[in-house]
């Protein structure tokens, strides 16, 4: 299993354009969620999807959204990007929700850059 | 509101030297608390937890609820324990709140 894979590895867009990230969990693992990663801090935690529905959502305007799908793979979508959105995109699956016990193994993530 | 906190963003130790990674977290619920790394040009992953009350790779942490804190410590580091530490907190409905980070360097 080449483990949680990410795409595409960077990308590149103008303000106000759309932009779609793609995550496929572990093979056998339920959970998928999203984070943000500026530069020079922590990720930021996004979404939560579990069996297809959303289980947690962080502080993330609405021009975020994110879905998964019945193979448990998931998208993560923003519009009408901004300056600010430029970042690290990671996600992470887990077997379960992402409760104690569930440990989640992270992607590589996906390098935004909006000019 | 929740938060974690880390105070350091870079430590510098000697090989053998003892370390701590200090993390400081604020919430009102029962805290779930972890530590992730991330080695150079490796995906973050999970070192420990606190319930598991784990020593992984020689290192320790434990929750003190008195003092909001959850300390990465290793009596002796090593120079591969260079890496990038992060202190991360499980807070209600399945949100994570990840500090942001220490930079460990272990000097020869």
């Known amino acids: 299993d080449a483990g949680v894979t990410q795409s595409p590895t960077h990308l590149i867009k103008t303000r106000g354009q759309h932009v779609t990230l793609r995550c496929s969990p572990i093979?056998?693992?339920?959970?998928v969620s999203w984070y943000q990663q500026v530069l020079g801090q922590g990720p930021q935690f996004i979404f939560q999807y579990y069996e297809k529905e959303e289980r947690g959502r962080g502080n993330f305007p609405d021009r975020f959204s994110a879905r998964q799908f019945p193979n448990y793979s998931s998208e993560l979508n923003v519009n009408a990007l901004l300056l600010g959105d430029s970042a690290l995109y990671l996600c992470?699956?887990?077997?379960?929700?992402?409760?104690?016990?569930?440990?989640?193994?992270f992607g590589p993530g996906t390098r935004l850059t909006v000019l | 509101a929740q938060r974690v906190t880390q105070p350091e963003k870079l430590l510098s130790v000697f090989k053998g030297a003892p370390v701590e990674l200090k993390c400081n977290y604020s919430y009102s619920g029962s805290p779930e608390l972890f530590w992730y790394v991330q080695y150079s040009r490796q995906r973050l992953q999970l070192l420990l937890r606190h319930i598991s009350r784990e020593s992984i790779k020689g290192f320790t942490a434990d929750l003190n609820k008195g003092e909001t804190s959850f300390h990465l410590k290793k009596p002796f580091a090593q120079e591969e324990d260079s890496a990038m530490y992060y202190c991360?907190?499980?807070?209600?409905?399945?949100?994570?709140?990840f500090g942001s980070g220490t930079k460990l360097n272990v000097k020869p």
């Open positions: 992470a699956s887990s077997f379960g929700g992402a409760g104690s016990g569930n440990e989640q193994f």
């Open positions: 093979s056998g693992h339920k959970s």
């Open positions: 991360a907190l499980k807070a209600n409905f399945n949100k994570f709140y």
